[in-house]
T-cell receptor, first 108, second 113 residues
Framework: GIQVEQSPPDLILQEGANSTLRCNFS?????LQWFHQNPWGQLINLFY???GTKQNGRLSATTVATERYSLLYISSSQTTDSGVYFC??????????FGKGNQVVVIP | EPEVTQTPSHQVTQMGQEVILRCVPI?????FYWYRQILGQKVEFLVS????????KSEIFDDQFSVERPDGSNFTLKIRSTKLEDSAMYFC???????????FGEGSWLTVV
């Protein structure tokens, strides 16, 4: 099956700092989503981004499908940004394959 | 904003017991899914469901698992005889059509003792 690799696995940020999370995938995909899993376990949709760049407040994402990677940018991080960020790719018939996630901790 | 709802939010069950997890997908969505996440691990696909039948299932989804859409709104996951290793967060998800954004419910945390 398809491989989805996320880096870095763990990240500690000072509040106000910027960061970039990376997602590499091993095969062509139909689309890609970024999720934020909050401390209560909820998976919050951040971006649906099969290609190109999107922005939502302090977050933005870029997917370069031809090179099989996506980036999630967090600017001016806040403590509420803490949690696990998952990249998930839509491939094959009808399923999402998730990466192992980026564990982000933002400290005040 | 419409959302996927799941019940119960948390269930503790004894090994060997049957468990039914319930989901109400977003009303105009046609594709339904179950995923699970063992504590500290990544989210894993279990099964997809479309047009009242399973369209795809993973190797995890063995004979002890089944899904059903008993009426026009509910979508259920049944685990026939739970094992300790079934302890996990189970997520229901739905989308309008294949290739579109998938929306996840808040999850049902299952603890098997």
């Amino acid at each position: 099956g398809i491989q989805v690799e996320q880096s870095p696995p763990d990240l500690i940020l000072q509040e106000g700092a910027n960061s970039t999370l990376r997602c590499n995938f091993s095969d062509s995909v139909n689309n890609l989503q970024w999720f934020h899993q909050n401390p209560w376990g909820q998976l919050i949709n951040l971006f649906y981004i099969p290609s190109g760049t999107k922005q939502n407040g302090r977050l933005s994402a870029t997917t370069v499908a031809t090179e099989r990677y996506s980036l999630l940018y967090i600017s001016s991080s806040q403590t509420t940004d803490s949690g696990v960020y998952f990249c998930a790719v839509d491939y094959g018939n009808n399923r999402l394959a998730f990466g192992k996630g980026n564990q982000v901790v933002v400290i005040p | 904003e419409p959302e996927v709802t799941q019940t119960p939010s948390h269930q503790v069950t004894q090994m060997g017991q049957e468990v039914i997890l319930r989901c109400v997908p977003i009303s105009n969505h046609l594709y339904f899914y179950w995923y699970r996440q063992i504590l500290g691990q990544k989210v894993e696909f279990l099964v997809s469901f479309y047009n009242n039948e399973i369209s795809e299932k993973s190797e995890i989804f063995d004979d002890q698992f089944s899904v059903e859409r008993p009426d026009g709104s509910n979508f259920t996951l049944k685990i026939r005889s739970t094992k300790l290793e079934d302890s996990a967060m189970y997520f229901c998800a739905s989308r309008v059509m294949a290739g579109n954004t998938i929306y996840f419910g808040e999850g049902s945390w299952l603890t098997v003792v």
